[in-house]
C-alpha cells in the first residue's frame, strides 16, 4: 500500500514558479514508478511527467518539456515536480500517482486509468 499525499499548489502569476510535493508513506516506495497529472475543469486528465524508480530517467508530455522538472528524492518518500514558466493554460488540479508498471503511467486510453495509487491533488491557478 501506498499513500501519496501532494502540496504545495497555490496561485501564481504567469511567468512565474511553483513547486509541487508529493508525500509517500510505505517503506516500498522505491519500488514505484511515479508522476504526474492534471485536469482542469471540463477536461480529460492529461499526464504530465513521470519518473524511474531510481530517477536517473524522467518523462514528459511536450506541452510541459523544458519548464517542468519532475525529481525524487527515495531516502525521504517524495516527489517533486518544479514548474517553471508557468502559463495559464497550466491552471489545474495536479495529482500525484504512482505505479510498478511505468507503462500504466503513461499509457491508457483515459490517461492515468490503469494507475493504481494517487494522490488527492493540489490545485494550481496561474494568472495572467
Known amino acids: 500500500q501506498v499513500q501519496l499525499i501532494e502540496s504545495g499548489g497555490g496561485l501564481v502569476q504567469a511567468g512565474g514558479s511553483l513547486r509541487l510535493s508529493c508525500a509517500a508513506s510505505?517503506?516500498?516506495?522505491?519500488?514505484?514508478?511515479t508522476g504526474w497529472f492534471r485536469q482542469a475543469p471540463g477536461k480529460e486528465r492529461e499526464f504530465v511527467a513521470a519518473?524511474?524508480?531510481?530517477?536517473?530517467?524522467?518523462y514528459y508530455a511536450d506541452s510541459v518539456k523544458g519548464r517542468f522538472t519532475v525529481s525524487r528524492d527515495n531516502a525521504k518518500n517524495t516527489v517533486y515536480l518544479q514548474m517553471n514558466s508557468l502559463k495559464t493554460e497550466d491552471t489545474a488540479a495536479y495529482y500525484c500517482?504512482?505505479?510498478?508498471?511505468?507503462?500504466?503511467?503513461?499509457?491508457?486510453?483515459?490517461?492515468?486509468?490503469?494507475?493504481?495509487?494517487w494522490g488527492q491533488g493540489t490545485q494550481v491557478t496561474v494568472s495572467s
Open positions: 519518473l524511474s524508480r531510481s530517477g536517473d530517467s524522467t
Open positions: 510505505g517503506r516500498t516506495f522505491s519500488r514505484y514508478y
Open positions: 500517482a504512482a505505479d510498478l508498471f511505468l507503462s500504466r503511467l503513461q499509457g491508457g486510453v483515459t490517461p492515468g486509468s490503469q494507475v493504481e495509487y
